[in-house]
């Protein structure tokens, strides 16, 4: 028997006992002839003393950090106690010890405030996650999958596995292939998510299946992505969009209760994807905090010319304004104070070639009643306050406005408005905020290719009023510029997004299970019949086999974790990630494969020309 407790476990209750305990070694002090060390494994951490006649077996040791080792002794009050750590008021006088494995000095020091930096941690993962900040994320995020699981089983939900080696998903992102070795020439994909296979599952009568499942998409990797992500994955049959609402928030009331103690009260709000992009500039708002976008144009523009109270407001020559597409502002609480500088870093913020705007406008509704504006010239005090008071201003907050093109102007200000938050400290990371994004667009409008491209995926179904409109109506957009008065650009879906705290949590759909409308879906992605039959065939085949009507969703567990963690980093929630190149820098992979497995594959690889 190696030990008979954890590092964790012993309290002064134990005090008398003889006991084994093995761990790493974490620190070690000298003090005379006596010599301290903590013992820690995955439980927590126990205080070691080695008496006297141990030093000439410790100096033989030469015990070290990270030396794992088994230690035998009598168990006593501390002298000393540490109210810091759930052992701290025991120690072990020990009476034998062994070395069970020697260590290297480790790179880094293993402790919560780590002399480490992100590169070489990476490298040597297996020795971070020895580390509590590390062991605290895997332990929430086994206890988020297993409060999904729990939940989904009450439920009558089936865990059924699905491929990982297949032909193409379409869910926005490039595949990554496999060669296949006994089909020279031809390779498999790995799943962007398990989407066709669900839905062929409730083709075959599975109707409540669930998946915790690995889903690969090989895009580039923006902030916190990785290649490979793990998914709850969900479907369900005979399902309107509001039986999955309500399923899927059951299931998240579920592991905030079970995982973090907290209940979520009455039913999660709702908004529908246009209020979201108009009153927030983003279709994942954080609602922790308001703020809330006045399109100012919009609010007050008439024949041409922004009016408010009957009083022109821009009627002058503030071209800024008059000349801008679209003019935006949010009133940011308790800021009207700022100073010039502050202003002007303010400035320089949204300038920034990540935001792209070319300047910023700002009205201090000053706390005596006041209002100054960075165009006094164009505006008198009466419209300052009028514009001040539509954004929600009071007294002592400062209105912020960008001008510019309408989508580049507000995501700015969306981006703007979380940066603001983040500042104030309004953006609580024990403070949990959840929202159901409705009625999404079913297409959204490529630019480069000049086609419809399905806003979610390409078997998620129109709102049913909706599916005349696409019907008969070609995808040929003559006048790119005009897209949005293609009849495509106002089809809602039956899609929905859970957010929590400003970051897309899931997704999914009620889907399409006719054949005919699914083929209508491809020709209007300007799919030929043809392709669509080479890709797609088996799932339009199984429609044809009776399919029940169905939807799902997918929550995307990793970000889950992260959120309720309170990080913005997913990586910090998963054992071995992928770096920002998406390498995995401990395996140094991806890496180049030897010339007969090339050649078994069929593969030559060309070389880049100098
Ligand atoms: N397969 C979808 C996704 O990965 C989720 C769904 O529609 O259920 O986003």
Same mark, same amino acid.
């Given at each position: 028997?190696?030990?008979?407790?954890?590092?964790?476990?012993?309290?002064?209750?134990?005090?008398?006992?003889?006991?084994?305990?093995?761990?790493?070694?974490?620190?070690?002090?000298?003090?005379?002839?006596?010599?301290?060390?903590?013992?820690?494994?995955?439980?927590?951490?126990?205080?070691?003393?080695?008496?006297?006649?141990?030093?000439?077996?410790?100096?033989?040791?030469?015990?070290?950090?990270?030396?794992?080792?088994?230690?035998?002794?009598?168990?006593?009050?501390?002298?000393?106690?540490?109210?810091?750590?759930?052992?701290?008021?025991?120690?072990?006088?020990?009476?034998?010890?062994?070395?069970?494995?020697?260590?290297?000095?480790?790179?880094?020091?293993?402790?919560?405030?780590?002399?480490?930096?992100?590169?070489?941690?990476?490298?040597?993962?297996?020795?971070?996650?020895?580390?509590?900040?590390?062991?605290?994320?895997?332990?929430?995020?086994?206890?988020?999958?297993?409060?999904?699981?729990?939940?989904?089983?009450?439920?009558?939900?089936?865990?059924?596995?699905?491929?990982?080696?297949?032909?193409?998903?379409?869910?926005?992102?490039?595949?990554?292939?496999?060669?296949?070795?006994?089909?020279?020439?031809?390779?498999?994909?790995?799943?962007?998510?398990?989407?066709?296979?669900?839905?062929?599952?409730?083709?075959?009568?599975?109707?409540?299946?669930?998946?915790?499942?690995?889903?690969?998409?090989?895009?580039?990797?923006?902030?916190?992505?990785?290649?490979?992500?793990?998914?709850?994955?969900?479907?369900?049959?005979?399902?309107?969009?509001?039986?999955?609402?309500?399923?899927?928030?059951?299931?998240?009331?579920?592991?905030?209760?079970?995982?973090?103690?907290?209940?979520?009260?009455?039913?999660?709000?709702?908004?529908?994807?246009?209020?979201?992009?108009?009153?927030?500039?983003?279709?994942?708002?954080?609602?922790?905090?308001?703020?809330?976008?006045?399109?100012?144009?919009?609010?007050?523009?008439?024949?041409?010319?922004?009016?408010?109270?009957?009083?022109?407001?821009?009627?002058?020559?503030?071209?800024?304004?008059?000349?801008?597409?679209?003019?935006?502002?949010?009133?940011?609480?308790?800021?009207?104070?700022?100073?010039?500088?502050?202003?002007?870093?303010?400035?320089?913020?949204?300038?920034?070639?990540?935001?792209?705007?070319?300047?910023?406008?700002?009205?201090?509704?000053?706390?005596?009643?006041?209002?100054?504006?960075?165009?006094?010239?164009?505006?008198?005090?009466?419209? %300052? *306050?009028?514009?001040?008071?539509?954004?929600? #201003?009071?007294?002592? =907050?400062? !209105? $912020?406005?960008?001008?510019?093109?309408?989508?580049?102007?507000?995501?700015?200000?969306?981006?703007?408005?979380?940066?603001?938050?983040?500042?104030?400290?309004?953006?609580?990371?024990?403070?949990?905020?959840?929202?159901?994004?409705?009625?999404?667009?079913?297409?959204?409008?490529?630019?480069?290719?000049?086609?419809?491209?399905?806003?979610?995926?390409?078997?998620?179904?129109?709102?049913?009023?909706?599916?005349?409109?696409?019907?008969?109506?070609?995808?040929?957009?003559?006048?790119?510029?005009?897209? %949005? *008065?293609?009849?495509?650009?106002?089809?809602? #879906?039956?899609?929905? =997004?859970? !957010? $929590?705290?400003?970051?897309?949590?899931?997704?999914?759909?009620?889907?399409?299970?006719?054949?005919?409308?699914?083929?209508?879906?491809?020709?209007?992605?300007?799919?030929?019949?043809?392709?669509?039959?080479?890709?797609?065939?088996?799932?339009?085949?199984?429609?044809?086999?009776?399919?029940?009507?169905?939807?799902?969703?997918?929550?995307?567990?990793?970000?889950?974790?992260?959120?309720?963690?309170?990080?913005?980093?997913?990586?910090?929630?998963?054992?071995?990630?992928?770096?920002?190149?998406?390498?995995?820098?401990?395996?140094?992979?991806?890496?180049?494969?030897?010339?007969?497995?090339?050649?078994?594959?069929?593969?030559?690889?060309?070389?880049?020309?100098?």
């Amino acid at each position: 028997m190696y030990r008979s407790h954890t590092c964790g476990e012993l309290r002064i209750s134990h005090a008398g006992q003889q006991v084994t305990l093995a761990g790493w070694i974490q620190s070690i002090r000298k003090f005379g002839s006596i010599t301290f060390t903590d013992l820690r494994d995955r439980y927590g951490i126990t205080q070691l003393v080695f008496g006297e006649e141990l030093n000439e077996q410790l100096s033989q040791a030469s015990l070290g950090r990270e030396f794992v080792i088994q230690a035998k002794g009598l168990v006593r009050e501390r002298s000393n106690k540490n109210n810091n750590i759930p052992t701290g008021a025991v120690e072990i006088a020990v009476s034998s010890f062994s070395v069970l494995n020697k260590a290297a000095t480790p790179p880094f020091t293993i402790q919560d405030d780590t002399d480490g930096g992100d590169d070489l941690r990476m490298k040597f993962r297996y020795l971070d996650l020895r580390r509590n900040e590390l062991k605290r994320n895997l332990e929430l995020r086994y206890a988020v999958n297993r409060s999904a699981r729990n939940y989904l089983h009450e439920k009558g939900f089936m865990d059924i596995e699905t491929p990982f080696l297949i032909k193409s998903t379409p869910e926005g992102a490039r595949d990554f292939v496999v060669p296949s070795r006994m089909n020279s020439g031809q390779f498999y994909a790995l799943p962007q998510s398990p989407q066709t296979f669900k839905q062929l599952l409730m083709v075959s009568g599975y109707d409540r299946y669930y998946q915790v499942v690995k889903c690969f998409r090989d895009e580039d990797l923006r902030a916190d992505r990785q290649p490979e992500f793990t998914q709850i994955d969900c479907e369900m049959a005979f399902v309107e969009q509001e039986d999955i609402l309500d399923m899927f928030e059951g299931m998240i009331r579920a592991i905030f209760k079970d995982v973090k103690n907290i209940d979520i009260p009455g039913k999660v709000e709702r908004m529908t994807w246009e209020d979201a992009m108009w009153n927030y500039g983003n279709d994942k708002p954080d609602l922790r905090f308001g703020m809330k976008l006045l399109n100012i144009k919009s609010a007050f523009q008439k024949n041409g010319k922004l009016e408010a109270n009957g009083e022109l407001i821009a009627g002058t020559n503030f071209g800024v304004f008059n000349d801008a597409e679209t003019v935006v502002a949010i009133a940011v609480p308790g800021t009207a104070e700022y100073t010039r500088k502050q202003t002007d870093e303010l400035t320089e913020w949204v300038k920034r070639p990540q935001i792209g705007m070319k300047g910023l406008a700002f009205i201090k509704a000053n706390s005596d009643g006041t209002y100054k504006s960075s165009f006094d010239k164009f505006f008198n005090e009466q419209q %300052l *306050k009028t514009v001040a008071d539509a954004a929600g #201003a009071k007294p002592g =907050d400062l !209105v $912020l406005i960008l001008a510019g093109t309408e989508e580049r102007t507000r995501k700015a200000m969306s981006e703007l408005r979380l940066e603001m938050a983040e500042r104030l400290g309004l953006r609580k990371k024990d403070e949990f905020k959840l929202l159901w994004v409705l009625d999404f667009p079913l297409f959204e409008y490529a630019e480069e290719e000049n086609r419809w491209v399905a806003r979610h995926h390409p078997f998620t179904s129109p709102k049913p009023d909706q599916i005349r409109t696409m019907i008969g109506n070609s995808p040929v957009i003559e006048n790119a510029a005009e897209y %949005l *008065k293609h009849p495509y650009a106002n089809i809602k #879906a039956n899609a929905y =997004d859970m !957010v $929590l705290n400003g970051n897309e949590i899931g997704g999914g759909s009620i889907r399409i299970f006719q054949r005919d409308l699914q083929e209508k879906m491809f020709d209007a992605l300007g799919m030929s019949r043809e392709e669509a039959n080479h890709k797609f065939g088996f799932l339009l085949g199984a429609f044809e086999y009776g399919a029940p009507p169905h939807g799902g969703i997918a929550f995307g567990f990793d970000r889950l974790c992260a959120v309720l963690g309170g990080s913005e980093s997913i990586r910090d929630f998963i054992a071995f990630p992928k770096n920002n190149s998406g390498r995995d820098t401990m395996l140094d992979a991806p890496s180049a494969i030897d010339n007969q497995q090339l050649t078994e594959l069929g593969i030559t690889i060309k070389t880049p020309s100098a």
